[in-house]
């Protein structure tokens, strides 16, 4: 049975991992199911906006430590390598915005997985916890790459030296969820936070989230030129005209992604 549901609504496509009675904890079928669909949503033009949750009590465990223990089980750089990195990638690649609804726990590579949506959403009762040094290990899947981008590098080093969890509440309070919500509303906050994204401008969109994923790593001269070519595009679409015209005629306007 497939460990990761995909369900599409609306424009926008809500990825759940679906392991509850392991906490969602990623095993190399899930892995390689959630890197394909990342792509694969790339790929569908039906779809505007992501949703990533989890079934149960957790977002994700990080990788399930029983399949660690298999005989066969690969080196641990070639998993994280082979494994990992493409689902960061295609997350980060996609270019539509991913909500993350953080509903539970984000334990290890769970919580690289929830770093790298674009906004995360968390349930009152979601924490994040770098395990990582908690079993010998280093952060992998991008946490030491997101953590200090989101956070700061004080409190990056924090989390990830002590692997102390992050409440739900501490988590908004230094910015590593935009907010937090009741668990029952969860859901339908991210989908209408989703929802709403769908209706954008899909050019604009993902243009503005390649702007984002360079920014750190360019200068300021290089980013405003950077800016300046990322406008030229936008300017030159049909979504563009419309969102004039519909300033102007005072309606909401009908983005086609053309
Ligand atoms: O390939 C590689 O190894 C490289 C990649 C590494 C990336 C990583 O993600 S390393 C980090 C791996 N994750 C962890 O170390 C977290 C392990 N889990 C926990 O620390 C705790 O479960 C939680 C803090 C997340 C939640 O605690 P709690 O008390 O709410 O739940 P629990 O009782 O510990 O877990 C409930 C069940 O889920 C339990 O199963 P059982 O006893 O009821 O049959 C537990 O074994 C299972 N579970 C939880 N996490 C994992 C898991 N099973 C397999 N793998 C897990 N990661």
């Not at 390598?81 to 690649?93: F, G, H, K, N, S």
């Not at 981008?149 to 501490?170: F, K, Q, W, Y």
Request: charge should be negative.
């Amino acid at each position: 049975m497939a460990d990761l549901r995909v369900e599409i609504a609306d424009a926008v496509a809500t990825l759940t991992l679906d392991r509850p009675e392991a906490l969602n904890s990623l095993t190399i079928p899930l892995k390689e199911e959630l890197a394909r669909a990342f792509r694969s949503l790339a790929r569908n033009p039906a779809v505007r906006a992501v949703v990533l949750t989890g079934a149960g009590r957790a977002f994700c465990a990080g990788q399930d430590l029983r399949e660690r223990l298999e005989p066969d089980a690969a080196p641990l750089a070639t998993e994280v390598r082979e494994r990992y990195t493409p689902i960061v990638l295609a997350m980060r690649r996609l270019e539509k915005p991913i909500v993350g609804a953080i509903n539970g726990v984000a334990a290890g590579a769970g919580a690289s997985l929830a770093f790298a949506c674009d906004i995360r959403i968390a349930a009152e009762e979601a924490s994040f916890l770098l395990a990582f040094g908690r079993i010998g290990l280093v952060p992998d899947s991008g946490a030491s790459w997101f953590l200090p981008r989101l956070i700061g590098a004080g409190r990056a080093a924090e989390l990830a030296l002590t692997a102390d969890p992050v409440s739900a509440a501490d988590a908004e309070r230094v910015g590593l969820v935009s907010r937090v919500v009741p668990g029952p509303a969860l859901l339908d906050e991210a989908r209408a936070l989703a929802t709403r994204l769908a209706a954008g401008a899909p050019v604009a969109l993902a243009l503005t989230k390649r702007a984002l994923n360079r920014s750190f790593d360019a200068s300021l001269e290089d980013q405003l030129e950077y800016e300046a070519a990322l406008q030229g595009i936008a300017g030159s679409t049909a979504d563009h005209a419309e969102g004039i015209a519909a300033f102007i005629e005072k309606r909401k306007p009908a983005f086609r992604g053309e």
